[in-house]
């Protein structure tokens, strides 16, 4: 059977195009999950790796600060801009549910 | 995977300038919780899905969306929400919503227009919408809920991608999934497509350096847990960064369901389609002399129509 290669330019050679080259696109190798069902084998792999330490390094690094802009920057002004649009005319507009 | 789109409704707190709804008059503005539920189960019965899209308008307006997403995990679904993220950012809002489900079946995929909250809150109609979408974003990580920022490639931002890399890099750190993908111009009038439609040799150089950065961020920090190119076509980049690319839009659902107003009845039904085939496929005379047509994640038929032939690039064997 041939094999399909195309050139690219970048690398300076010829890439073999195979089946499983398009597909998925790409994650960091420890973590390779299927970009159509990643919610599905890929979090049991997420949550045994990276997720147990990560969720140190979220708690101790950059939450911290991204908190206190949660509180000192956007809720002030967010707030009254959005009780103040979408939220009066948007619900008295939706009907359905339960 | 057998998967089913379900929208619940067409309301929006946002006005997005390319929202792809089109003529929402005909649309109802939501279906009853008992009704969604009921299309769950059809498609789990007749069609065997085993995934779920659940979309819009906006799905967190629905106040049933909690009991949907128990529903559909209960009964072994995985769901992917797509939503805006915007009510996200109220906490205790986020905590009720998935309290007590399965966080290992559900995801979330959110755009962010821009980096620039100005640009965001331009394309959203809504003031202040890009910092609530973070803070949503930043909310659903203390859930424990996995999700994808999406950003659809325009002439308003094709120009800022690598900066945008870097922008999700720095708010969300390893947390978030990353999806770069061309745009639908479905539902939009001709002058509003020419506002925004960006050819693929334009988007190129700046698409090829925020995948750069990707690589290097990969190297140096472990980078993103997924990094998707989607709904553009193979030749829009080198052959080097084909590895990026996936199928997402290109072929078919298993049912299609959204609530529509019935114009005989008044009444509000939710309508539904099976073995819907998305709008994104080979349309192009070029594409079909390609040798990787068939890998190719394709264009949407609206890109076709608006650029015409020249849009793309047959690639020939080496």
């Given at each position: 059977?041939?094999?399909?290669?195309?050139?690219?330019?970048?690398?300076?050679?010829?890439?073999?195009?195979?089946?499983?080259?398009?597909?998925?696109?790409?994650?960091?190798?420890?973590?390779r999950m299927e970009a159509a069902?990643?919610?599905?084998?890929?979090?049991?792999?997420?949550?045994?790796?990276?997720?147990?330490?990560?969720?140190?390094?979220?708690?101790?690094?950059?939450?911290?600060?991204?908190?206190?802009?949660?509180?000192?920057?956007?809720?002030?002004?967010?707030?009254?801009?959005?009780?103040?649009?979408?939220?009066?005319?948007?619900?008295?507009?939706?009907?359905?549910?339960? | 995977?057998?998967?089913?789109?379900?929208?619940?409704?067409?309301?929006?707190?946002?006005?997005?300038?390319?929202?792809?709804?089109?003529?929402?008059?005909?649309?109802?503005?939501?279906?009853?919780?008992?009704?969604?539920?009921?299309?769950?189960?059809?498609?789990?019965?007749?069609?065997?899905?085993?995934?779920?899209?659940?979309?819009?308008?906006?799905?967190?307006?629905?106040?049933?969306?909690?009991?949907?997403?128990?529903?559909?995990?209960?009964?072994?679904?995985?769901?992917?929400?797509?939503?805006?993220?915007?009510?996200?950012?109220?906490?205790?809002?986020?905590?009720?919503?998935?309290?007590?489900?399965?966080?290992?079946?559900?995801?979330?995929?959110?755009?962010?227009?821009?980096?620039?909250?100005?640009?965001?809150?331009?394309?959203?109609?809504?003031?202040?919408?890009?910092?609530?979408?973070?803070?949503?974003?930043?909310?659903?990580?203390?859930?424990?809920?996995?999700?994808?920022?999406?950003q659809v490639i325009s002439r308003?931002?094709?120009?800022?991608?690598?900066?945008?890399?870097?922008?999700?890099?720095?708010?969300?750190?390893?947390?978030?999934?990353?999806?770069?993908?061309?745009?639908?111009?479905?539902?939009?009038?001709?002058?509003?497509?020419?506002?925004?439609?960006?050819?693929?040799?334009?988007?190129?150089?700046?698409?090829?350096?925020?995948?750069?950065?990707?690589?290097?961020?990969?190297?140096?920090?472990?980078?993103?847990?997924?990094?998707?190119?989607?709904?553009?076509?193979?030749?829009?980049?080198?052959?080097?960064?084909?590895?990026?690319?996936?199928?997402?839009?290109?072929?078919?659902?298993?049912?299609?369901?959204?609530?529509?107003?019935?114009?005989?009845?008044?009444?509000?039904?939710?309508?539904?389609?099976?073995?819907?085939?998305?709008?994104?496929?080979?349309?192009?005379?070029?594409?079909?002399?390609?040798?990787?047509?068939?890998?190719?994640?394709?264009?949407?038929?609206?890109?076709?129509?608006?650029?015409?032939?020249?849009?793309?690039?047959?690639?020939?064997?080496?």
């Amino acid at each position: 059977m041939d094999r399909l290669s195309v050139f690219s330019e970048k690398i300076g050679r010829p890439i073999a195009v195979t089946d499983g080259m398009v597909g998925g696109g790409i994650s960091t190798g420890a973590f390779r999950m299927e970009a159509a069902s990643w919610s599905d084998g890929g979090w049991n792999n997420y949550s045994g790796s990276w997720l147990d330490n990560g969720w140190n390094n979220y708690s101790d690094g950059w939450t911290d600060s991204g908190w206190n802009n949660y509180s000192g920057g956007w809720v002030d002004s967010g707030w009254n801009n959005y009780s103040g649009s979408w939220s009066d005319g948007g619900w008295n507009n939706y009907s359905g549910g339960k | 995977m057998n998967s089913m789109y379900l929208a619940v409704g067409y309301s929006c707190n946002h006005h997005c300038f390319f929202c792809p709804i089109g003529d929402k008059s005909r649309k109802a503005k939501a279906a009853s919780t008992e009704d969604l539920i009921e299309v769950v189960d059809r498609g789990i019965r007749d069609d065997h899905i085993d995934h779920i899209t659940i979309s819009g308008g906006e799905p967190t307006l629905h106040p049933g969306l909690h009991d949907i997403l128990a529903h559909c995990t209960e009964n072994g679904l995985r769901a992917t929400i797509l939503t805006n993220g915007d009510r996200f950012h109220d906490r205790q809002f986020t905590h009720d919503l998935f309290e007590s489900l399965d966080h290992s079946r559900i995801s979330v995929v959110s755009a962010i227009h821009s980096p620039y909250p100005g640009l965001h809150d331009h394309v959203t109609g809504s003031a202040g919408s890009q910092e609530r979408t973070i803070q949503g974003l930043k909310n659903l990580i203390a859930c424990h809920i996995p999700f994808t920022v999406k950003q659809v490639i325009s002439r308003w931002n094709f120009r800022d991608l690598p900066e945008f890399v870097r922008f999700v890099y720095r708010e969300f750190g390893p947390y978030s999934a990353l999806t770069l993908c061309g745009m639908d111009f479905c539902g939009m009038n001709e002058a509003d497509t020419r506002e925004v439609a960006v050819s693929y040799s334009e988007i190129r150089p700046n698409l090829e350096k925020a995948l750069d950065y990707i690589e290097e961020n990969r190297e140096t920090r472990g980078g993103f847990p997924l990094v998707t190119v989607a709904d553009l076509p193979l030749c829009t980049v080198d052959p080097y960064y084909w590895k990026y690319f996936a199928m997402v839009s290109r072929g078919r659902l298993k049912r299609y369901s959204a609530p529509y107003s019935a114009a005989e009845t008044g009444k509000d039904e939710i309508r539904s389609s099976e073995e819907v085939w998305n709008d994104c496929d080979i349309y192009f005379q070029q594409c079909r002399e390609c040798c990787v047509k068939d890998q190719c994640p394709g264009t949407w038929r609206s890109a076709f129509e608006h650029f015409g032939e020249t849009a793309v690039k047959a690639f020939h064997k080496f």
